[in-house]
């Protein structure tokens, strides 16, 4: 049985071979106060996170696309793990994406994670590598693909020819700056102090990198800024579609330069094929027109672009020592 594991910044993402996406939920565990082991996982916890008693907190491992608590990550993985195993008596083999500015000290931590989690074999694989191959980028296609994974915490940008990655870059943009950004409006310009959750679901509902033609306002619950009273807070599309650019603006100046990267021999497949959409924030309305405008190339969103990643494991080739593109064990 083959594991593949995206464990990204706000979701994880679980594919057994063969099989299909099995896990696709918030990347949270519910841990028990007192005992240290995990009471919940994933959709389970959506809105709870800070509105949980002080008998288990609700966290997270991975911040800005790197696992920042190892203890966590591992009995997170186990519990995927044993979930997904049950009863079986083999052990699986485990592919899991990782960053691309993973070093070899890491890439040994994550290793020896996945094997005391009872893996047979694991496979790490850079995600904007995987993205390219969940996008569909060939094994005998010696073009270039160029893709953006734009996750919750990081966007991935990479370069994948023959199967193999040719450059990679990691841009400290995701969705999650845009859900901060929001939050920062509310408090700076409604007085009105709004939780991440709040803010998350006017992004998903409202926010557009492109301006819309009619005025539509959203109304969530927050806490007056003078008073600390409840209260509600209206936000129009307007004003969330400057809060979006305000936030892609610099975004756009980082890619532009992480094109310094690319050899002149693919720039002609690039303007051709353009760029590839991957990652959840590729969902942002407007964001692909936006990104295309900026960039002066053509974009093309992907289809489920969240699952990409996860997808690009499963159809990624086990070749033992290949630098960047992951290595076996
Ligand atoms: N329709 C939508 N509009 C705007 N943003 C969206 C939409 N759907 C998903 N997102 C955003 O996509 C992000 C999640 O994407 P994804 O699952 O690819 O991230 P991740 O893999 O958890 O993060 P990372 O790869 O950075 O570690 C969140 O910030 C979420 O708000
Ligand atoms: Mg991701």
Redesign the pocket.
């Known amino acids: 049985m083959t594991i593949c594991i995206?464990?990204?910044?706000?979701?994880?993402?679980a594919l057994v071979s063969g099989k299909g996406v099995v896990i696709?939920e918030p990347?949270l565990a519910a841990i028990d106060s007192y005992t240290g082991e995990i009471l919940a996982f994933g959709d389970a916890l959506e809105n709870v996170k800070g509105r949980n008693p002080a008998s288990f907190t609700v966290q997270s491992s991975?911040e800005?696309?790197?696992i920042v608590k190892y203890d966590l990550c591992e009995k997170i993985l186990k519990f995927i793990i044993n979930r997904l195993c049950g009863e079986r008596v083999f052990r699986p083999d485990i592919r899991i994406?990782t960053?691309s500015g993973t070093d070899d000290l890491e890439e040994r931590v994550l290793r020896d994670m996945l094997k005391s989690c009872g893996a047979r074999s694991c496979e790490i694989l850079s995600?904007g590598y995987c993205a390219a191959m969940g996008a569909g980028a060939g094994y005998t296609d010696k073009a270039g693909t160029c893709v953006l994974?734009?996750?919750?915490?990081?966007?991935?940008f990479a370069l994948v020819a023959g199967g193999e990655l040719i450059s990679s870059l990691e841009v400290p943009f995701?969705?999650?700056l845009?859900?901060q950004a929001v939050q920062n409006f509310a408090r700076e310009k409604k007085l009105c102090e709004i939780s991440f959750d709040e803010a998350?679901k006017l992004?998903?509902q409202l926010?557009s990198a492109m301006p819309s033609e009619s005025d539509i306002a959203f109304t969530v619950s927050g806490k007056d800024t003078q008073s600390s009273l409840p209260r509600l807070c209206e936000i129009s599309n307007t004003e969330l579609f400057s809060v979006v650019t305000e936030c892609l603006t610099p975004f756009t100046k980082e890619l532009r330069s992480a094109f310094e990267l690319i050899p002149p021999e693919f720039a002609e497949d690039i303007d051709k094929r353009g760029v590839i959409l991957?990652?959840?924030?590729?969902?942002?309305?407007g964001?692909s027109k936006y990104l295309s405008y900026a960039l002066e190339l053509d974009t093309v969103l992907t289809p489920e672009?969240?699952l990409?990643?996860v997808k690009g494991l499963d159809r990624s080739k086990i070749r033992g020592g290949l630098f960047k593109a992951g290595r076996h064990s």
Request: hydrophobic residues 20%.
């Open positions: 995206d464990m990204g910044t706000s979701r994880i993402c696709n990347n991975v800005n696309g790197r994406t960053h995600e994974n734009i996750g919750a915490g990081k966007t991935d995701g969705g999650n845009i859900t998350e992004k998903l926010g991957t990652g959840g924030c590729s969902n942002l309305s964001i672009p969240g990409c990643a």
